[in-house]
T-cell receptor, first 114, second 112 residues
Framework: DSGVTQTPKHLITATGQRVTLRCSPRSGDLSVYWYQQSLDQGLQFLIQYYNGEERAKGNILERFSAQQFPDLHSELNLSSLELGDSALYFC?????????????FGPGTRLTVL | TQLLEQSPQFLSIQEGENLTVYCNSSSVFSSLQWYRQEPGEGPVLLVTVVTGGEVKKLKRLTFQFGDARKDSSLHITAAQPGDTGLYLCAGARGDSWGKLQFGAGTQVVVTP
């Protein structure tokens, strides 16, 4: 158990819909990262928040947005869903900002778009 | 195109054999991490290497960071079925803060 929690575990929805994925970091960690993992693209970095502020962005679509709240939990919002958005979405957390900081991953949310 | 190239993509061996997984790039990384992921679960951090030429050992696993900090290898001695999983390398570059670049992974299967 990494100490990072994610809900829900599974999510099935239809194209065009909007969903929210939730992540709680390990106690004491200020950074939260979101990743997408699909069979053809591997594990792709989406976005990083540190203490409530966006700090790094990867290949995140404009239909996707995220935020980190004062209690440090984070939410990833996916809208106008397409079939290709079906993937595993992971949240990770670390103590600090830097990439060399060890990141601890949650169990993931499996999103299926029908 | 992956910034970090892992080879081989797939490795199937018998229990007791040794194996090596490679992670290569043309870019320099400030640190490199190795993770193992099992189906339906999140990656689990195995080790972080930060110094060129560094060698770290974790029981039967040996990790090496290249002198130029562009490549790394993971060697498993006397593999066991419990070593089965997807091995991912991930690198952090000095200009990218928390952004980790992941390789595509090496799927290792150890059969009894």
């Amino acid at each position: 158990d990494s100490g990072v929690t994610q809900t829900p575990k599974h999510l099935i929805t239809a194209t065009g819909q909007r969903v929210t994925l939730r992540c709680s970091p390990r106690s004491g960690d200020l950074s939260v990262y979101w990743y997408q993992q699909s069979l053809d693209q591997g594990l792709q970095f989406l976005i990083q928040y540190y203490n409530g502020e966006e700090r790094a962005k990867g290949n995140i679509l404009e239909r996707f947005s995220a935020q980190q709240f004062p209690d440090l939990h984070s939410e990833l919002n996916l809208s106008s869903l397409e079939l290709g958005d079906s993937a595993l979405y992971f949240c990770a957390s670390s103590v600090g900002l830097a990439g060399r900081n060890e990141q601890f991953f949650g169990p993931g949310t499996r999103l299926t778009v029908l | 195109t992956q910034l970090l190239e892992q080879s081989p993509q797939f490795l199937s061996i018998q229990e007791g054999e040794n194996l090596t997984v490679y992670c290569n790039s043309s870019s320099v990384f400030s640190s490199l991490q190795w993770y193992r992921q099992e189906p339906g679960e999140g990656p689990v951090l195995l080790v972080t290497v930060v110094t060129g030429g560094e060698v770290k050992k974790l029981k039967r696993l040996t990790f090496q960071f290249g002198d130029a900090r562009k490549d790394s290898s993971l060697h498993i001695t006397a593999a066991q079925p419990g070593d089965t999983g997807l091995y991912l390398c991930a690198g952090a570059r000095g200009d990218s803060w928390g952004k980790l670049q992941f390789g595509a992974g090496t799927q290792v299967v150890v059969t009894p």
